[in-house]
């Protein structure tokens, strides 16, 4: 897909990896719709440094544990640019889980962010690309979705669903609208990661280096613009990691 004047949605668009594909595909020339939570400051920010760019950009807030507030985050998104030709699902929810501390409520709420929510947008926005006859969906995932890190039950759950979710969404949609996601190892560690955390996993990567978002978000655009021959994949981006 040529992405200039396409107009894609990215979730979790404020910082970090988010912030890193929006820039990405605004700088191939489409429009973005950012959206964010918590981070509002944040977001403008992003949306600032998408119009520097040279295109245009729209912040809008929901949380994806909420349908209805994810109903109309699509139905926002779509009236900002009056169509959405690509949909990143960036956005989820991530923290330590130990079995014996997990509460029914943080497992329900990792599947909310993470799997229902993207879910219900890529249904809402996937459709309407389907009837457009074009579109691309990206949902990022993580290697852990695939290789379950024993501390992290729900948020590896919420990831191998998100992959399966992937795969059949590739088929429903089809043949108009490809959807593939992305597994990345890690690529920005977590805030409160310290330098033993860190040393840790470049030893365990067979590059010798934690990612950089910029690693996320070229691949994002190689899914987006790209071969049109490839759905229903997951493009592992770790370092070679989970080979180990
Ligand atoms: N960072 C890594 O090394 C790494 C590795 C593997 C996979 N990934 C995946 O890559 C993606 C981006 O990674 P990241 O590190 O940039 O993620 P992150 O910083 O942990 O989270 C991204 C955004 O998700 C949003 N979010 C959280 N709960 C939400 C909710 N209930 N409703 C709506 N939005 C919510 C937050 O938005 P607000 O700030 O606006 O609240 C947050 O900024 C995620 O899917 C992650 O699982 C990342």
Known sequence: ????????????????????????????????????RSSASEARVTAEAVERLGRRA????????????????????????????????????????????????????????NLTGPFLLARRLGLLMKRRGEGKIVNVAD???????????????????????????AKALAPEVQVNAVAPGSVLLPEEYGEKEREAIVRATPLKRIGDPSDVAQTVLFLVEGPDFITGQVVVVDGGRSLA
Request: glycine share 10%; net charge neutral.
């Open 143 to 169: 290697i852990a979705g695939m290789r379950p890190w024993a501390e992290f039950l729900p948020y590896c759950v919420s990831k191998g669903a998100l992959i399966t979710l992937t795969q059949g969404l």
């Open 58 to 113: 729209v912040t809008i807030h929901a949380d994806l544990a909420r349908p209805e507030q994810v109903e109309a985050l699509a139905d926002g998104a779509v009236q900002a640019f009056g169509t959405i030709d690509v949909l990143v699902n960036s956005a989820a929810l991530f923290y330590r889980t130990p079995l014996e501390k997990l509460t029914g409520e943080e497992w329900e709420q990792f599947l909310r962010v």
């Open 1 to 36: 897909m040529e992405l200039s004047g396409r107009a894609a949605l990215v979730t979790g668009a404020a910082k970090r990896v988010g912030r890193a594909i929006a820039l990405a595909l605004a700088g191939r020339g489409a429009d973005v719709v950012l959206h964010y």
